[in-house]
């Protein structure tokens, strides 16, 4: 146990020497007057993953090899230094300003990916504002038009496709919080849009049911006035319903909901009978 605790203190020793040397020496690199110097110490830190400080020898090699061919490369790696940092919103902005500022460069397609994929990660979870979401679609789909040949379309496709049921994930669970709270016309349209923009849900069957519901519950809860048109639009939805979904687990709960429907829209027939 004792050789064990003072071979550790030794490799800790070491580890504080090559630590110290190591930082004495990127000190002394960084206060050099030597670009040459402070260019390879920034690739060979940056090819080590000490993605930190190489972006500070970076950022100063920035404004030296401005306007030369060395900046497109220095560029390239800052943009790549925020995000090994994981700064996303940073190295966005850096990959995008890099396909701007070099738009003729063998890194443009990658650097036009790669601002946009930083968008998808900096995507928050569904819950939150999905402004950032749309709008890495919208990215990732101006890079499918201008390279419809790349072999990053294939995943720029899966990308959106998860980004989309995200935005419909979300757009779903407020249509159920509308039902949940008993604001059933804003439920009814809630869900009715969420059918509109994503025809393809896999949520349809219990979009259909919930378009059932909200809409009965809309409507026997009207005033009198109001009451046989919306019921009419409750049955509508149920046709829908039993139409797409003939067999579904909610079929026997949408049935006695349209049996209720049809016996309160049977009091409007007979009343209508009367006064004939």
């Known amino acids: 146990m004792l050789r064990f605790s003072r071979l550790l203190i030794i490799c800790i020793s070491l580890l504080s020497s090559v630590l110290f040397v190591s930082c004495s020496e990127y000190r002394s690199v960084l206060k050099s007057s030597d670009i040459r110097l402070k260019y390879k110490t920034a690739v060979s830190l940056y090819d080590k993953g000490d993605y930190h400080r190489a ?100 995943k720029c496709n899966e990308i959106i496709d998860e980004l989309r049921d995200k935005l419909e994930k979300k757009e779903f669970e407020i249509a159920k919080l509308y039902y949940k709270i008993e604001s059933y016309q804003a439920s009814y349209i809630a869900f009715k849009n969420v059918l509109k923009d994503y025809p393809d849900s896999k949520h349809k069957e219990e979009i259909y049911y919930y378009m059932l519901l909200s809409s009965y519950q809309y409507a026997i809860n009207s005033i009198e006035t109001k009451k046989q048109e919306r019921l009419e639009i409750a049955r509508d939805a149920y046709n829908s319903f039993n139409a797409t979904f003939p067999v579904s687990d909610y079929g026997k709960d949408a049935k006695s909901i349209m049996k209720n429907v049809e016996k309160e829209l049977l009091k409007y027939t007979e009343k209508d009978k009367k006064l004939i």
Do not use: H, W
């Open 55 to 154: 972006m500070q020898l970076f950022d100063e090699l920035l404004i030296y090899y401005r306007g030369t061919d060395t900046s497109e490369k220095i560029n390239y790696y800052y943009a790549y230094c925020y995000f090994g940092e994981d700064d996303y919103l940073q190295a966005g902005y850096y990959f995008t300003k890099f396909t701007s500022t070099f738009p003729t460069s063998k890194y443009a397609e990658e650097c036009n990916y790669m601002s946009a994929y930083c968008q998808y990660l900096f995507s928050p979870e569904f819950g939150l504002d999905q402004t950032i979401s749309v709008d890495a679609i919208k990215e990732f789909q101006l890079f499918i038009n201008q390279y419809p040949k790349s072999t990053r379309v294939a």
